[in-house]
């Protein structure tokens, strides 16, 4: 299903090479519809160096620093409104957004391989992967559930009902206005031509549940 949508464009960062785990099956399609609101204001906490938060062995955040919610928010903005990555299941891109075999450094172009990018944990899933982006599947995660109200910016927004199209994670970016109410996010879904900034009602949150990533601080 295609939609329209109000965006914003994201900012520009330098790309360091990267080595993250051989891609693992896709999940998440989600297309459903939702009301977009435009939002002009920007996230100052991304507009820094990403020094001391880029990916250590194994493309993974370091285990001794891990990585910081403005690093985690900065990688996201790579691929931010780049209209060359149409989202796919199968076809997997480098950090830079350029399109190329599904290997170690790239990530696909679908909810779970854009969070993937933005958390420096290699393309997993939402939850059908072993480790996976959040424990709703059952596996170890990278992930863990905390209560809506608690989200910071680089946390995320996950649904999961089984593996493909049936599941659906989004960055979690800023609250717009009070908490609890309408969220900005940063998602990668069906029909858009790359990653875009949406706005979530608090009326659409409700089939989505909250996971901080275990390494972020």
């Known amino acids: ?32 519809p939702r009301p977009i609101i435009a939002n ?15 990916p250590g062995a194994g493309g993974e955040a370091r285990a001794a620093t891990g990585i910081t919610r403005a690093a985690v928010l900065a990688r996201a903005r ?17 950090t830079s957004g350029q399109r190329s075999s599904c290997r170690a450094g790239t990530f696909r172009a679908d909810c779970s391989g854009y969070v993937s990018l933005a958390w420096n ?14 424990p709703l599947g059952g596996h170890t995660s ?44 940063y998602e990668q879904a069906g029909g858009q031509s790359g990653p875009r900034q949406h706005v979530w009602s608090a009326n659409y949150q409700r089939g989505y549940r909250a996971y901080r990533f275990l390494a972020i601080h």
């Open 1 to 32: 299903m295609k939609r329209t949508h109000t965006l914003l464009l994201g900012a520009a960062f330098g790309v360091p090479a990267l080595a993250v785990a051989v891609p693992v099956a896709a999940s998440g399609g989600h297309t459903a």
């Open 40 to 54: 002009k204001a920007t996230n100052k906490a991304a507009e820094v160096s990403l020094a001391g938060n880029g």
């Open 78 to 94: 790579w691929w931010l409104n780049k209209t060359n990555i149409p989202y796919s299941q199968s076809t997997c891109y480098t």
């Open 121 to 134: 944990v290699g393309n997993l899933t939402v939850g059908s992967s072993n480790p996976a982006l959040t």
């Open 142 to 185: 990278k992930s863990r559930e905390i209560a809506k109200s608690a989200l910071a910016p680089g946390d995320a927004f996950a649904y999961y009902k089984g593996p493909g199209d049936d599941a659906h994670i989004a960055l979690f970016v800023r609250w717009q206005g009070k908490v609890g109410g309408p969220a900005v996010v």
